[in-house]
């Protein structure tokens, strides 16, 4: 059975960090490329990032510069670091196993971001 938990989430002032991670299992995980997606209050869930299992990285341009995704196959995890925060920001951030614009498993329970202005 497929689990994606997703955690780190909170509250953050306009320009403040946080560091998001998700824990999968009863995957393959080094197999599949692994992706961040996001869904704010009345908005279609958007992506954020993906990152290959060779380590390629590609973000969505209204992130780009200030998140970094990462993985560590090790531990079957990918995380997102989210710097230089905006109010924008503010949704339910979602991680999922990808290929192109598709996703591959259930979606997890998320992991709330909240940025203050």
């Known amino acids: 059975q497929v689990q994606l938990v997703e955690s780190g989430g909170g509250l953050v002032q306009a320009g403040g960090s946080l560091r998001l991670s998700c824990a999968a299992s009863g995957i393959i995980f080094s197999s599949y490329a692994m992706g961040w997606y996001r869904q704010a209050p009345g908005k279609q869930r958007e992506w954020v990032a993906t990152i290959r299992s060779g380590g390629n990285t590609n973000y969505a341009d209204s992130v780009k510069g200030r998140f970094a995704i990462s993985r560590d196959n090790a531990k079957n995890a990918v995380y997102l670091e989210m710097n230089s925060l905006k109010p924008e920001d503010t949704a339910v951030y979602y991680c999922?196993?990808?290929?192109?614009?598709?996703?591959?498993?259930?979606w997890g329970q998320g992991t709330q971001v909240t940025v203050s202005s």
């Open positions: 999922n196993a990808v290929s192109g614009s598709s996703t591959f498993f259930p």
